[in-house]
Every structure is written in C-alpha cells, then in structure tokens.
C-alpha cells in the first residue's frame, strides 16, 4: 500500500511527466492556439485590405482616409471626436 502511494504522489508532483506540468502545458496550449487564431485573423483581414487596393477607387478612398491625400482644386478639414 506504501508503494501505491508513493508511486501516486510521485506521478502526480514530481517530474515533466506529472499531472501538474501536464494541466500546465495544456494552458500553455490553448493559449497559444488563441494567439494564433487572433494572428489568422489578423492576416486574412490584411490580405482582403490588399485584394481592395486593386481597385482604384477603394486605393483613394484608403489614400483619403489614411494619409489625409487630396486633389489640388480640394480643401480637407479634420474635425476631432471626442
């Protein structure tokens, strides 16, 4: 009966094969497959902003909005939000 419980706590407290580093790695997994889904994201939403600037119209208006880009016959005027 010894034997079972120390051989119990062994497998659960001691080593890299216990049950703690094992829930460890596990959070350690789902957080990086978090991050990882949130830079997929990221990337798609950065490519399909790429596939509109292909067009000429959605180039000016990101040019307009972005960088403030004007003709010459144009005068902008920024109002902040508060």
């Known amino acids: 009966m010894l034997t079972l419980l120390v051989f ?5 407290f001691v ?10 790695r596990g959070g ?3 957080r990086n497959e ?8 990221g ?8 596939k509109n600037l292909n ?3 959605s180039l000016e208006k990101f040019a307009r909005e972005n960088y403030y880009m ?3 016959n144009e005068d ?3 109002v902040e939000e508060e």
């Open 28 to 30: 350690e997994i789902r």
């Open 55 to 57: 067009n000429l119209d």
């Open 15 to 24: 080593g890299d094969q216990s049950l703690i580093m094992f829930a460890k």
């Open 70 to 72: 004007h003709t010459s």
């Open 34 to 41: 978090q991050q990882r889904d949130m830079y997929r994201k």
């Open 76 to 78: 902008i005027f920024l």
């Open 8 to 12: 119990g706590v062994v497998y659960v």
């Open 43 to 50: 990337a798609l939403e950065k490519q399909r902003q790429i």
